[in-house]
């Protein structure tokens, strides 16, 4: 598989990074390169292997007791905003 | 007969699914241990987990995984006893990961079924295609500031139950009866409080349309619709628009929409306008969510009685109608209050006071079952001062009123005021001797064969004993009178 | 002797024996830094007031003859690890701004247990990388130097400055993370000892996310045991962390001193490949002989898979990656690009606040994980992890433990193999397997190549061992006796 510039916009869109075409260009030619290289994959028989999802193998999700614990600490939460208002985050306006 | 909106091409049937997102009653978030509560100040029921800060993890409450199960048992639905959490990734504003942790490829109950009454009285099965858990985003508010949204976090990582019917609906009617029929199994189980003026019960309607015969057509998904009403003005104004845009020779886009209450339109939301490409993948944060058998059969021995099992005993068991039985059904306080109120009575007079003029009290003082103007155990005496013959009806109504002003009980009402019908043949032949003495013309008129005057004789017997007369007498004692 | 030549363990016991206390200690090593990180630019942010009010009350413990584990000794914390009030930045700008208003798990137990934080080392930005070339605050110089080049060289990464810390005599030890190889190839390149503990053993909570089911964190110090002592205040079960495993933490230290006797020792066969430098090669068999000396029995294996555990790592971190990066938006904390709408905010703030590497890795995630790759990419390399896995399961219940070399080569210079991602991917292809299993793995200084520069081995072990591990890693130090010295330190 290898990706043209439409794609590595469509990419970099999805990711909300903005690229330069000069970008658009030299990341594109990097990504095809490991992509490339990624192909080696498809040499490896993988039938009936079940794929692993996580780091951990065997264990089970534990739960926690339904009790608050937390919140209640608004300054911490917006102390490293970058803009705020009062007790608000904000964002240029949004349209729905 | 099946419900259809005639367009100038023809009749049009209309194929509605609906996504319920309802939120788990639970102290504490899915995945922190910050409050729920509804109507807190701005993002004071944030953790750093739910604002989503360099290296915070999520832990699973367990509370929340309990009431999901629940859940699903009270909709007769599959427990899938291995589930999974996943990541659904996309920027928003209100999204403070940039993903929502959900559970997409292995949710925690599979199929299930729920059972939906209809005015006529009939009844349908309606699939649900599975539920399972994920977080809340929070809010984003902007009509706060000309150039501004302002972001209050406190709903993030609150519990929500996403719960997904088959395209099994066919109308708005259904829809609505779907919509109620849930929120009362929720509440049942105590799962969620089905406040959908508060949203912690939200709907997001698919709806197309399709000629009679035909397959599905696309469809369009009209976003967190928060009521009863509005879910089935939703869907008949976003389906008028999709047999619009067929039969103008264009095509529906599958699109997310909006609903305006105010202009009773749909409309498309231009925020979400970006392709939608989710790159779920399991939360590696997480590990794979195991239950124990065991622990689902406790669960299920321990829920309450369901309305579908409600409603059909007070069938059987107080012979109600069907449609009676589901109204008293519908809430689990009125379920509460009319047993009490029938027991040792005549269920079926108990269901006519309980849904006629106790209702219709409850209405018109703005009170609910939940806290009553009377008691069902007053109600209950006043019943019974009817079935002993203390009372008749037409006194009854006045003494319900009385009870709803004084608080005062039916008995002591009646001796206070006198109520006690007369059944003393004496004073009822005096009345009717004083009565017929006052009209001899109509007595006349009366045997001259004009039988319907007869009403008329009960009448002023009854109002000169001011009402109290055991209406039986009176008319046996008229009778022999008049041969 | 200079205070900052001495071990931790010996400094440990200098401090308890009153021999010198830990704002001297402390004062030491904050002089070093003065003069050296200007060369070395090890530290992003040196915390010298707060560490010697930190040694002051260590002194004070001390002398009521109470102490932890690491009372009164001096580290360096990896800028991955989130610190109260200190800012944290992860190697990139688009944290510049950010001062977490919490302590990391594991940072917070080093503190429960005395330890003196000097400052915050630099590191590849976000730990992508094995150079340090991708820091937004700066390369940092590997304190040896090739015999007669006095070219700077790269001290590894992403753990980099931790690593550049510990062997420039900066910090008795430092905090590290390793996602596919971060602690034990800066451990090579700078001739010190690190470990990677078994996935689950290190609580991950407060350590800026990378590749959340490969991150670990571990230890780098200049012994095989300090890296013990280090390991059993930072490892523990930790609540927060569902991941964190709930077992309990040995004495690490005291594993070192089991000598190899009767351990069946593998070599995985798949290793020798990948053209090695015959140097490497021979460290290599030399480190096998050392053992074999001490007793152990060194075994033919063969782990099939591993060869294609590097690409595996760059599905699966990246995948990983362009999740756990979604975060920076600049919305509730970092730095913040304007832009007319949110979107543009957006692609402004994290366009100008990433790097070129981590644009790439979050490219790649991005694109591995997007409608209709998922299968192709993310899916099969998840299943080639597993069988990755169970080539080491199958073989580990063959042998104790497996040595291996650490890197392909020894340090590189700065601007050195830049021009493509590929050959500077490469450095990790020994170390990678362990992340891709969860295993634990050390890396040892056990020579020094025809130019003067460290080479390191590799101890693999079975999950929760770290016990062997440690027991073989120190047995190589003990027969290699390694005792030579960077050419750039403070004292020279
Ligand atoms: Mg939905
Ligand atoms: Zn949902």
Known sequence: MSLDPATVRRIARLARIRLDDGQVEQIGAELNSILGWIEQLNEVNVDGVTPMAGGTHGMAQRLRADLVTDGGIAEQVLANAPDREGAFYTVPKVVE | ?483 | ?492
């Open chain 3, 1 to 492: 002797m200079m205070l900052t030549d001495l071990t931790l363990a010996e400094a440990r016991a200098g401090l308890r024996a009153g021999r010198f206390s830990s704002r001297e200690l402390t004062q030491a090593f904050l002089d070093a830094i003065a003069v050296l990180n200007p060369k070395l630019n090890a530290f992003i942010t040196v915390t010298g007031a707060a560490a010697l009010a930190q040694a002051d009350a260590a002194d004070a413990a001390l002398g009521r003859g109470e102490h932890g584990n690491l009372t009164g000794i001096p580290l360096a914390i990896k800028d991955l690890f989130c610190t109260k009030g200190v800012r944290t930045t992860a190697g990139s700008r688009i944290l510049a701004p950010f001062i977490p208003p919490y302590e990391s798990t594991v940072t917070a137990n080093l503190l429960r247990d005395g330890a003196v934080f000097l400052g915050k080392a630099n590191l590849d930005e976000f730990a992508m990388g094995s150079s340090n070339m991708t820091s937004a605050y700066g390369a940092v110089t590997n304190p040896w130097t090739r015999r007669g080049d006095n070219r700077a060289l790269v001290p590894g990464g992403s753990s980099g400055g931790s690593a550049a810390a510990v062997a420039g005599r900066l910090a008795l030890g430092a905090t590290a993370t390793d996602t596919g190889g971060s602690i034990r190839q800066p451990a090579a390149f700078c001739g010190i000892a690190g470990i990677k503990p078994t996935y689950g053993r290190c609580s991950r909570w407060g350590v800026v996310a990378f590749a959340s089911s490969l991150d670990q964190a571990g230890p780098l110090a200049r012994t095989v045991e300090d890296c013990a002592i280090m390991l059993g205040s930072m490892a523990g079960f930790d609540a927060k962390d569902s991941t964190s495993a709930d077992v309990a933490v040995p004495d690490f230290a005291a594993a070192c001193a089991r000598g190899v006797k009767g351990l069946r020792i593998g070599v995985p066969r798949e290793y020798r490949s990948d053209g090695m430098a015959p140097e490497i090669e021979a460290l290599w068999s030399q480190g096998l002989d050392w053992l074999r000396a001490e007793g152990a029995e060194i075994v033919d294996v063969s782990l099939p898979h591993t060869k294609y555990g590097l690409a595996t790592y760059y599905i699966v971190a990246p995948a990983e990656a362009s999740s756990n990066l979604a975060r920076y938006d600049g919305v509730r904390f970092g730095a913040r690009s304007e832009g007319r709408d949110l979107i543009e905010l957006y692609e402004k703030t994290r366009g100008e606040g990433f790097g070129d590497e981590v644009k790439r890795r979050v490219l790649i995630g991005t694109y591995v994980l997007s409608a209709g790759y998922y299968d192709a990419y993310y899916l099969r390399a998840q299943k080639v992890r597993a069988l990755i896995l169970r080539d080491f399961t199958e073989v580990f219940q063959k042998v104790d433990a497996l040595v291996t070399p650490t890197a392909p080569t020894a340090a590189f210079a700065q601007g050195e193999r830049m021009n493509d991602p590929i050959t500077m991917y490469l450095n990790d292809i020994f170390t990678v397997p362990a992340n891709m299993s969860g295993s634990p793995g050390l890396s040892v200084p056990a020579g020094l190549d025809a130019q003067g520069l460290p080479l390191g081995l590799q101890v693999l072990g079975r999950h929760f061992d770290e016990e062997t591990v440690f027991a073989v890693g120190a047995a190589l130090e003990r027969a290699a006796g390694f005792s030579a010295r960077p050419g750039m330190l403070a004292g020279a």
């Open chain 2, 1 to 483: 007969m099946t419900y259809a909106i005639e367009g100038s091409s023809g009749a049009w049937e209309v194929v509605i699914g609906l996504e319920v997102h309802a939120q788990i009653i639970s102290q504490s978030k899915l995945f922190s241990g910050a409050a729920t509560g509804f109507g807190a100040s701005p993002n004071s029921q944030v953790s750093f987990v739910d604002a989503g800060f360099p290296g915070m993890l999520p832990v699973v409450n367990g509370e929340c995984i309990r009431q999901a199960v629940r859940t699903g048992l009270g909709l007769n639905a599959q427990i899938n006893l291995r589930s999974r959490f996943d990541r659904k990734n996309y920027f928003y504003a209100d999204l403070p990961n940039g993903y929502q942790i959900s559970q997409y490829e292995q949710p925690i109950v599979g199929t299930g079924v729920i059972e939906i009454e209809l005015a006529d009285g009939s009844t349908r099965q309606i699939g649900v295609t599975r539920l399972h858990v994920e977080q809340d985003a929070g809010k984003s508010l902007h009509d706060q500031d000309p150039s501004r949204s302002f972001i209050d976090l406190n709903r993030a990582g609150v519990a929500l139950m996403e719960i997904v019917s088959e395209p099994d609906l066919r109308s708005p009617e259904e829809a609505g009866a779907y919509v109620r029929k849930l929120r009362s199994i929720l509440r049942y189980l105590g799962t969620c409080d089905g406040n959908m003026e508060e949203g912690s019960l939200r709907a997001d309607v698919n709806v197309s349309v399709r000629k009679p015969g035909e397959g599905y057509r696309t469809r369009c998904e009209v976003k967190n619709v928060n009521s009863v009403r509005f879910v089935m003005q939703a869907i008949e104004a976003e389906a008028l628009r999709q047999i619009q845009v067929w039969e103008g020779g264009g095509t529906v886009e599958q699109e997310t929409r909006l609903f305006d209450p105010n202009k009773g339109e749909t409309r498309s939301m231009r925020s979400k306008e970006d392709a939608h490409d989710y790159r779920y993948f399991p939360d590696p944060d997480l590990l794979p969510l195991v239950l124990e058998q065991g622990w689902v059969d406790e669960l299920r021995a321990a829920l309450p009685e369901l309305p579908d099992a409600k409603r059909a005993r007070f069938i059987t068991e107080y012979g109600l109608s069907p449609y009676d039985a589901a109204v008293l059904v519908a809430e689990q306080a009125t379920a509460v209050f009319y047993e009490t109120l029938a027991r040792g009575r005549d269920a079926k007079q108990a269901a006519n006071w309980l849904t006629g003029d106790y209702f219709a009290a409850l209405n018109r003082l703005g009170h609910s079952i939940e806290d009553p103007p009377v008691s069902a155990e007053a109600l209950g005496g006043l019943l019974d001062l009817i079935a002993d013959a203390t009372i008749n009806g037409k006194i009854a109504k006045e003494v319900f009123e009385a009870m709803l002003e004084s608080g005062e009980s039916a008995a002591a009402i009646v001796d206070a005021r006198g109520l006690r019908q007369v059944t003393d043949s004496g004073a009822i032949d005096a009345a009717v001797e004083a009565v017929l003495a006052a009209n001899a013309d109509k007595v006349a008129e009366y045997k001259s064969g004009k039988d319907k005057l007869f009403g008329f004789f009960v009448g002023q017997v009854m109002k000169a004993m001011a009402g109290k007369g055991n209406p039986a007498l009176v008319n046996d004692v008229l009778r022999g009178r008049l041969q």
